[in-house]
């Protein structure tokens, strides 16, 4: 239903070709629930799929979400599921959408000089889902919202070419945009949370500063992220002052600062290993006494799958400093892609010692497991991923294929579906938890359960 009514107002808005009025002459209009905001959520990361180039990086993804659900933890019950994606765009930008979800390009993470910096974008979007801004703005309700969102994915979307749907997106961009009391808003409880959370609130005052240089620096190309979230100077002034009434607490960010790594992947990811190669390499022979550029090398040689020189960067960079952030989880991947089981396992073990709680490490263990063909284990290393990132869709998705090699097909076809659920494709989910109660037995209990589960799914959609 929702599906089809955003593909009509689309339509509409392309065919009038004018721009987009605040409120459209539809018949329905009513104020926004918190369920609309919810479904709108849901139809836009489905429409988002197809429109903006996401970021499947396991690392990077985790990175995001674990600086988010810290800020969370300290914000009390909250009335939205989140989600967090990461978007391969240069441009400087995020933005949230009613109910959860919260998208942050690459050219973000790109810039920003520390987790800090993220923890206030990230807490500053927060607020806006949490507080309902756009809900509560004077204008759009849940029809003519998702029209507007529509219109900015197709223009917005940095596969948009059509210089048409360009200036139709930045429209619907503009119609998106905050009011300066919301904006401050979020910018005073944003950084309230992520001071609470452990972050030094300095970083969301940089990263205003930040946008503010790219701004003077190119004038004409204003920073994305300023088209929806308006920047003033009364911003800047107001988050200084408040930056100062909360004091300089000592934020209890890791250190070094992951944001480097995951820096690291993004330039990775781009092809760009060579000329990272050679730059750390000679931040090496600059600094043989610092662990983390030997850490960050030996990652780059583990991408380009040169083991032995991967292995002899983290090993000295852990004799430097054992405490690097994610040092231990990746040699554990390393020995497993190698084959030496034995090490991958002591890495794994000192990895969740310092990090109990981390469900990328279970990931990991998970995969060891499978190459070990020990399958109990492996679904219990997947059950604790599970368990630790619920709205994860890769540990259900491996608990379906290790459950598949076991030949216990009612549990396999139970977690595909639970995954796809989380990738918001329902007819795909509907269709593996239908197999997984042929499977279980119409009539046991576990079949009873799931048929619940689809009938849910069908009227929700
Ligand atoms: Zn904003």
New binding site residues.
Partial sequence: MVRRLLCFILLILLLSGCGIQRSLPLPFFKPMTEEDEVKISREFRREAKKHLELVSNPELNRYIDKVARRILSVMGPQPFEYRFFVVKNSQLNAFAVPGGSIYVHTGLIERVNSTDELAGVLG??II?VKSRHIARMSGPDPISLLGLLGVFLAGGGPQAQAAGALSQGLAATRQLS?SRK??QE?DTLGVKYMAEAGYDPRGALRFLKLIDQERILNPVDIPSYML??PLTQERIGSVSLLVRSLGVQRPRAERPDPIKRVQLILRLEKGEVDRVIEELKKLVSQNPEKAEPKHLLGMAYHYNRMWALAREGYEEARSLDPNIPGIDRDLGRLFTQTGEFRLAHEAFKRSLVAEAKEPLTYLYLGRLFEKESQFGEAVGAYLRATNLSPLWDEPPRRLGVVYGKMNRLGDAYYYLGRSYLLQDEDEKAIAALERAVDNFGEASPRGDLIRDEIEFIRERS
């Fill in positions: 500053h979007e806006h905050y919301v904006e979020a929806t979230h």
